[in-house]
C-alpha cells in the first residue's frame, strides 16, 4: 500500500482539498488572492497531498511544478513563471485552453540572443506603462509575425523560447482581443523621448535588462513578466464569462531560491495590481521560506501553524493562519489514530483468515499497535502497511509480520528506509549524535546534559537546533505543558541505532547514555525529579534501582505524605522507558518472568509488586487513556496485552495496603483502565 494510495482520503487531506476547492470556485468563492503555504518535514505527505490536489483540479487550468527537481542553479523566476503559463494553456475536459499572449511573447522575447545594448532605463519605464492604453491589432501582428520569424532563424530554440512559442501561437486568434497586448504595444511607443524604431527594439531591452543586466534590472523584468501573466489571466476570464473555475497552480518544494524569487515575485505583482486574478497557489514547503520569514513578527511559538487544525463539538475545521495579510499557512499534522485506523482496515480485510486468527478485533487493534509505533507519521505508516499487506507468506500471523517489519535489519524491515529518508541528507557526525538525543522522553534533555556530547559544541547545537525546528518535531502536552519531542517512529529507529552500537567500544552505548542522562537529571545535589531518576534507571536496564524509587514513594502514599495520583503519574511515565531489545521480544510471558526472576533476586519481597509493574508496563501496550499517552510507547514486546493481568494483580496487591477511600479508589481506577482491551 504506497503512500499515494490514500492521498486524499484522510481526513487532514479532505480538509485541505475542500479549502482549495471552495477557492476555485469562481461564482462567490472565497478570494483567492493569498497563497496557501502547507509547511511539513520529510515524509508528511506534501508531495502526495499536490498529486491529489492535481486530481482534483483536472477540469479547470492546473499547473504542478517541483521546484527541487526545477532548481539547477540556472532556471530563474522567469522560467518557473513560463513553465506555469505553458501547463495553464492547456485545455481541459471542461474548457478550451486559455490563451496567455503576453506571456508567450515576453518568454520568447528573453529567450532570443541578442547583441546586449545600453537600454537599462528602459525596464522601469515598462513596468508603469504596462497597465495603460490600447494599441493597433495590425501593429501587433506585425511585432507577433517578426518575433516568429526571428524565433525560427535561431540554431536551436531553449526551453524557454519553446514555451513561449506555444503560448504566442496559442493567442494569435485573440491577439487583437487581448489587454495585455494592447498595453505591451502602448509601452512601447512611451519608451524614452521617442517611440523606439521598431517593436524589436523594445524587446531588446528587456531582452538586455533580463541577460546582462544587474540584479535590481533582472527584478524588474521579472515583475513585468508577472503582471503581464497575472493580466494574461485576468483577461482570459473576461473573454470567457462562462468559466466556473478558477485556475490552480501547485509549487512542490518552494524553500529554496527559485521558490522565495518566485513568490515574492508574485506578491510584489499582486500587490502592484490591487485587483484580484484567478489564480490559486498552494505551495509546500520543509522549511520556511524567505517569503514567511519576511511577514511573520517575530519569534513564532513551537508548533504555532499546527494550530491551523481546530476541532469542536462539531468536527475538525481547516483554518490556515493569515500571515502579514498576504500569506495562508499552515503545517501538515500527522495522521490521528483513527486515520490510521482506517488504513490498517483496508489491509486488514486483505489477509487470509489464518493471519489474523487469535486477534481479537484485528482491524482495531492493527490501526491501534500501528499508531503506537508511528504516531500517524504518514511515510512511516504507508511503508509499514504496504509491507504487511505484499511482502510475506499468506499465512505468516499479523503479530510476526508486524514485529518483523519494525525489526532493525531483515528483509521484511523498512526501518533503515523510513529513517534514511526522514532525516534526510544529515551529515555522518549528526547521524551518529542522534541517537542520544533520542534517549531522553524530549530532545531538549539531552541538550541539557552536556556531559552527553563531550568536547563537542557542535553536535549539541545541532541538536539543540533540530529541538527547536517544529517541522522535524513534534509537540505533546505533558502534564499540562507544550514539550518538543522526536515523532515516535523518529525515536523507535533512532534508538534501534543506539542498540545497535552497544558493542562498538568507541560508542556512545546504551547503558552509558542512560546512566549519563540520570545523573543530568539528578543533579548537583541528587536530588532531581523522582520520575526521570527511576526513568533513567529502568531504561539502562537497572529494574531493581527504578523499583526501589518507586516502592519508597508508594511508602510516602501509605504514610499520607504523597497523593496516589502523583505516584500512578509517576509509574506511568516510568513504565514509558524503553529498553534495548525493543522489537527482538517474541514471547511476553516468557520475557516477563525471566526479567523478573532475575530482578527479584536483588529486592526484598515487599518490592515485587513494583518491580513487576515495571517489567510489565515496559513491555507492553498501555490504554489510550493513561496520562502519558501522547508519549514513545513500544507495543511489541506485548502487542497482543497478554500483562494486562499481570498489572491489575500487583495493583490489587497494591491497593491492599491503602487505607484512605481516595487512594484506594485512584489505584482501582488504574486497575479499571487494564481489565478492558487497549484498542
Known amino acids: 500500500m504506497a503512500q499515494d494510495a490514500w492521498a486524499g482520503t484522510s481526513q487532514r487531506d479532505v480538509l485541505v482539498a475542500r479549502w482549495v476547492q471552495e477557492r476555485l470556485s469562481v461564482g462567490g468563492g472565497p478570494e483567492s488572492r493569498h497563497p496557501l503555504l502547507l509547511l511539513g518535514g520529510r515524509g508528511s505527505g506534501k508531495s502526495t497531498l499536490l498529486a491529489h490536489l492535481k486530481w482534483l483540479g483536472q477540469h479547470t487550468h492546473t499547473a504542478h511544478v517541483d521546484l527541487a527537481g526545477f532548481d539547477d542553479g540556472q532556471r530563474g523566476t522567469v522560467d518557473v513563471l513560463t513553465e506555469v503559463a505553458f501547463q495553464l494553456s492547456a485545455a481541459t475536459p471542461s474548457f478550451p485552453g486559455l490563451r496567455l499572449p503576453a506571456s508567450g511573447v515576453l518568454a520568447l522575447a528573453l529567450a532570443v540572443e541578442t547583441d546586449p545594448g545600453n537600454r537599462a532605463r528602459a525596464v522601469q519605464q515598462i513596468r508603469t506603462a504596462l497597465d495603460e492604453g490600447r494599441a493597433e491589432e495590425e501593429e501587433l501582428g506585425a511585432l507577433l509575425t517578426t518575433l516568429l520569424e526571428t524565433a525560427a532563424s535561431m540554431a536551436g530554440l531553449p526551453p524557454l523560447a519553446l514555451a513561449g512559442l506555444h503560448l504566442v501561437r496559442g493567442g494569435r486568434k485573440v491577439w487583437g482581443m487581448t489587454r495585455a497586448k494592447q498595453r505591451l504595444r502602448r509601452a512601447i511607443n512611451r519608451l524614452g523621448d521617442r517611440p523606439p524604431a521598431s517593436p524589436e527594439e523594445f524587446l531588446v531591452s528587456l531582452n538586455h535588462g533580463f541577460r546582462h543586466g544587474s540584479s535590481a534590472q533582472r527584478a524588474e523584468v521579472e515583475d513585468v513578466m508577472t503582471r503581464a501573466f497575472l493580466t494574461d489571466l485576468e483577461q482570459a476570464y473576461a473573454d470567457d464569462e462562462e468559466r466556473t473555475l478558477r485556475c490552480l497552480v501547485l509549487l512542490d518544494d518552494v524553500d529554496n531560491t527559485l521558490g522565495d524569487a518566485f513568490l515574492e515575485a508574485l506578491d510584489a505583482a499582486r500587490q502592484a495590481r490591487r485587483t484580484p486574478d484567478p489564480l490559486v497557489l498552494v505551495a509546500t514547503a520543509r522549511s520556511r521560506p524567505r517569503a514567511l520569514e519576511n511577514r511573520e513578527p517575530g519569534l513564532v511559538p513551537h508548533g504555532a501553524y499546527l494550530e491551523c487544525w481546530r476541532r469542536s463539538e462539531d468536527g475538525e475545521a481547516f483554518v490556515p493562519r493569515r500571515i502579514g495579510g498576504r500569506l495562508d499557512v499552515a503545517q501538515l499534522r500527522p495522521l490521528d489514530r483513527d486515520e490510521v485506523g482506517e488504513f490498517a482496515q483496508r489491509v486488514v480485510t486483505t489477509l487470509p483468515r489464518p493471519a489474523v486468527h487469535g486477534v481479537s478485533r484485528p482491524a482495531a487493534w492493527l490501526g491501534r499497535v500501528l499508531y503506537e509505533l508511528t504516531g500517524g ?249 493513561d496520562p502519558y499517552a501522547e508519549l514513545w510507547s513500544d507495543p511489541l514486546g506485548d502487542p497482543l496485552a497478554e500483562l494486562h493481568g499481570v498489572i491489575v494483580e500487583q495493583l490489587e496487591r497494591l491497593r491492599g495496603q491503602l487505607r484512605g477511600f481516595r487512594q484506594w479508589q485512584t489505584l482501582d481506577d488504574r486497575m479499571r483502565l487494564y481489565r478492558k482491551e487497549p484498542w
Request: with cysteine; charged share 25%.
Open 377 to 625: 507519521q504518514p511515510l512511516a505508516t504507508a511503508a509499514a502497511l504496504t509491507s504487511l499487506a505484499t511482502t510475506f507468506e499468506p499465512d505468516e500471523p499479523v503479530v510476526h509480520r508486524i514485529r518483523q517489519v519494525f525489526a532493525s535489519d531483515g528483509r521484511h524491515a523498512v526501518a533503515r528506509e523510513v529513517l534514511g529518508r526522514l532525516l534526510g541528507e544529515s551529515a555522518a557526525a549528526d547521524r551518529r549524535a542522534l541517537p542520544r538525543a533520542a534517549a531522553p522522553v524530549a530532545p531538549g534533555q539531552a541538550v541539557a546534559a552536556g556531559v552527553l556530547w563531550g568536547s563537542s559544541t557542535h553536535l549539541r547545537e545541532r541538536v539543540a537546533e533540530a529541538a527547536r525546528d517544529d517541522l522535524r518535531t513534534e509537540t505533546a502536552l505533558v502534564d499540562g505543558e507544550h514539550v518538543a519531542v522526536l515523532p515516535r517512529v523518529v525515536r523507535r529507529l533512532l534508538l534501534h541505532e543506539l542498540a545497535r552500537e552497544e558493542g562498538d567500544e568507541r560508542a556512545r552505548t546504551w547503558a552509558w547514555t542512560y546512566e549519563t542522562l540520570r545523573v543530568a537529571a539528578a543533579g548537583p545535589e541528587g536530588t532531581g525529579a523522582l520520575r526521570d531518576l527511576a526513568y533513567c534507571r529502568l531504561a539502562a536496564g537497572d529494574v531493581a534501582g527504578a523499583a526501589r524509587l518507586l516502592h519508597d514513594a508508594f511508602q510516602e502514599v501509605r504514610a499520607g505524605t504523597r497523593e496516589a495520583d502523583d505516584w500512578c503519574r509517576a509509574l506511568s511515565w516510568v513504565q514509558r522507558a524503553p529498553h534495548r531489545r525493543l522489537h527482538t521480544v517474541t514471547d511476553a510471558g516468557a520475557e516477563y518472568e525471566q526479567r523478573c526472576a532475575e530482578v527479584e533476586a536483588d529486592l526484598p519481597e515487599e518490592q515485587h509488586p513494583v518491580a513487576r509493574l515495571l517489567v510489565a508496563g515496559q513491555l507492553t501496550l498501555h490504554p489510550a487513556a
